[in-house]
Nanobody
Framework: QVQLVESGGGSVQAGGSLRLSCAMYGLTSSLYHTGWFRQAPGGKDREGVASMDSEGLTTYANSAKGRFTISLDNAKNTLYLQMNSLKPEDTAVYYC???????????????????WGQGTQVTVSS
């Protein structure tokens, strides 16, 4: 059974940094893609922030480029999102997600992911 456990959220002032972690358990294949998503207060949909395929290739939302970095520690089966130069508009609940494919794949679409973490709150004050 795949389980994702997130940590690392919190409150920070604008310009600050946070690193989110997502421990992944029960992965049944090495061909998985991972993603970080966020849902703003009152937001209807989860916005894709960053994604990584099974070969380590990454893609980012325009809002995250140059500020956020997705990475994976294979030895620990832990996914990270390093967030720098945070802005108040980054305030949201952040989720990690994973799913499996028969080939390398990454996606910023929430529809492409079956397994989700519980979410962690990030609050950026001005």
């Amino acid at each position: 059974q795949v389980q994702l456990v997130e940590s690392g959220g919190g409150s920070v002032q604008a310009g600050g940094s946070l690193r989110l972690s997502c421990a992944m358990y029960g992965l049944t294949s090495s061909l998985y893609h991972t993603g970080w998503f966020r849902q703003a207060p009152g937001g209807k949909d989860r916005e894709g922030v960053a994604s990584m395929d099974s070969e380590g290739l990454t893609t980012y939302a325009n809002s995250a480029k140059g500020r956020f970095t997705i990475s994976l520690d294979n030895a620990k089966n832990t996914l990270y999102l390093q967030m720098n130069s945070l802005k108040p508009e980054d305030t949201a609940v952040y989720y990690c997600a994973v799913d499996f494919r028969s080939s390398s794949w990454y996606s910023l679409s929430a529809n492409e992911y079956k397994y989700w973490g519980q979410g962690t709150q990030v609050t950026v004050s001005s």
